[in-house]
């Protein structure tokens, strides 16, 4: 508390508080629910819990991708290596999770997808025993660090060392828990009022699902040094 930074007091007399970094893991949970046909598929994503559609989107970030990099979530993957069906695999994988407001939303647009490829197939492919898709939902295990940051200056020291947990929680996860539905960044930021506006805008500009965790904290180092220089 009585830290003697350019600007901490201002910030504890604004009641501002440091921005505590945090850690984090996606804890997969068997859900027991397989599908081997899409219709399957889609007829377990009317009543899956969210979390499960969380995972098997944003999930891949935390996890190694053996398969094709091309598909970014699980759902895409499956049709096209296990029911060899590209097309539905090429219009679930432009799907952007990041563009729906809440997970709900999502689920709606993917069964429309899936309905929609269902009418125009006069037979359904069906994938062996072992290649069935595997509904997994996810916990989150917050762990706590010892990083603070006090003022927004020292964002462009302290992010090009974060873990890639911490920028998963930070950045992907504090998307649902925020309810401006904000990363924690920007969330921060905006406490200071307009002083940070530009840097704000350039962490909107990110794309935080097409990429993986490695390039999302260097776009957000780059985005913190260019700005921190000028103070904004």
């Known amino acids: ?4 930074t350019k600007t901490g007091p201002v910030q504890f007399k604004r009641g501002i508080q440091p921005f505590m970094v945090r850690d984090c893991a996606l804890i997969a949970l068997a859900t027991g629910k397989r599908a081997r046909t899409m219709k399957e598929l889609r007829d377990y994503l009317e009543t899956i819990a969210p979390e499960s559609i969380y995972y098997h ?8 991708r053996f398969e094709d990099p091309e598909y970014h979530n699980d ?18 994988a432009v799907v952007d999770p990041a563009q729906f407001q809440s997970l709900e939303d999502l689920r709606s647009a993917l069964i429309d997808i899936l309905d929609e490829r269902i009418d125009e197939l006069d037979v359904l492919p069906t994938t062996n025993q072992d290649k069935q898709f595997e509904f997994i939902s996810s916990d989150i295990v917050v762990f706590a660090t010892k990083r603070i940051i006090n003022e927004p200056s020292e964002l462009k020291q302290v992010v090009p060392g974060l873990s890639l947990g911490s920028i998963f929680y930070h950045f992907i996860d504090a998307r649902r828990r925020n309810p401006d539905s904000l990363d924690d960044f920007r969330s921060w930021l905006l406490s200071f009022g307009s002083s940070y506006q530009n840097t704000m805008l350039g962490v909107a500009e990110i794309d935080p699902y097409f990429t993986n965790l490695t390039t999302l ?16």
């Open 75 to 92: 759902f895409a993957s499956w049709c096209a290596h296990s029911l060899n069906d590209q097309v539905a695999a090429e219009r679930l």
């Open 217 to 232: 904290r260097t776009n957000l180092s780059e985005v913190f040094s260019k700005s921190m220089q000028g103070g904004v």
């Open 57 to 64: 989107f944003w999930g891949s970030l935390l996890r190694p």
């Open 1 to 4: 508390m009585n830290k003697k």
